[in-house]
């Protein structure tokens, strides 16, 4: 996935989680180490979103931060 935007409308109604829990349960499927994906920095809302996810920042730039769910610990 290159671009995940829910927008605004459609948002506090669990289709994001919905999404990443997919994504996640893929993941374990195909046996990866992890997930990463990036945020914009100024996106505070999602940065908190993908925490409670359980995702960590790994990287934080000046625009951008990297995070990772590791599924090789779950």
């Known amino acids: 996935v290159h671009l995940l935007i829910i927008f605004p409308h459609y948002q ?32 505070h809302a999602a940065i908190r979103f993908y925490q409670r996810l359980g995702y960590r920042i790994t990287e934080q730039e000046a625009d951008f931060v990297s995070m990772a769910l590791r599924l090789d610990e779950r």
């Open 12 to 43: 506090n109604q669990a289709i994001g989680q919905s999404v990443m829990q997919q994504l996640t349960a893929m993941g374990q499927e195909e046996q990866r180490s992890a997930i990463t994906l990036s945020s914009f920095a100024a996106n």
